[in-house]
């Protein structure tokens, strides 16, 4: 039997929208991405404040549990690191955080335009193989 993987959305913005996306993702700005999110019931999840809450969630309940808890740290406290996270965003569809491939296609579809219309800077999809995505260097692991 086949493993069937899933796969995730990314979308990095510009400064200015990025940081209006992590706080009002209604904003007027932000209205067209808000339009195509809301078509496919996903909504945003930006990858720093993804990285911050996993570091305090291993804090909370013991480090040990957390495979990648140092390397996350390690770039949460990294000031020239933490620019990129800043800007880039894991879309959730139906409030899941891998979905399978007919949605992401559909929801990458429909955001193609906003890449057109500079409103998003770069739009990819992450297949979830873990072979086809690289672990943290191990000294961070």
């Keep these: 039997m086949a493993i069937e993987w899933n796969y995730q959305i990314h979308i990095d913005l510009d400064d ?8 009002n ?9 808000e339009d195509v999110l809301g078509k496919h019931d996903a909504r945003l999840k930006n990858q720093y404040d ?6 305090a969630d291993a804090e909370k309940l013991g480090t040990e549990h957390f495979p990648l808890y140092r390397s996350t740290k390690a770039m949460v406290e990294d000031r020239d690191k933490k620019a990129i996270p800043l800007r880039s965003f894991f879309l959730f569809i139906r409030g899941q955080e891998v979905y399978e491939k007919s949605l992401a296609e559909a929801l990458e579809a429909d955001l193609q335009p906003l890449v057109a219309a500079g409103v998003i800077e770069n739009l990819s999809t992450v297949f979830t193989n873990p072979a086809s995505n690289p672990l943290p260097p191990a000294h961070l692991i």
Excluded: I, N, Q, S
Excluded at 16 to 23: F, Q, S, Y
């Design 50 to 55: 993804a990285c911050t809450d996993y570091v």
């Design 16 to 23: 200015p929208l990025a940081d209006l996306a992590r706080k």
């Design 25 to 33: 993702v209604a904003a007027p700005a932000l209205k067209p991405l």
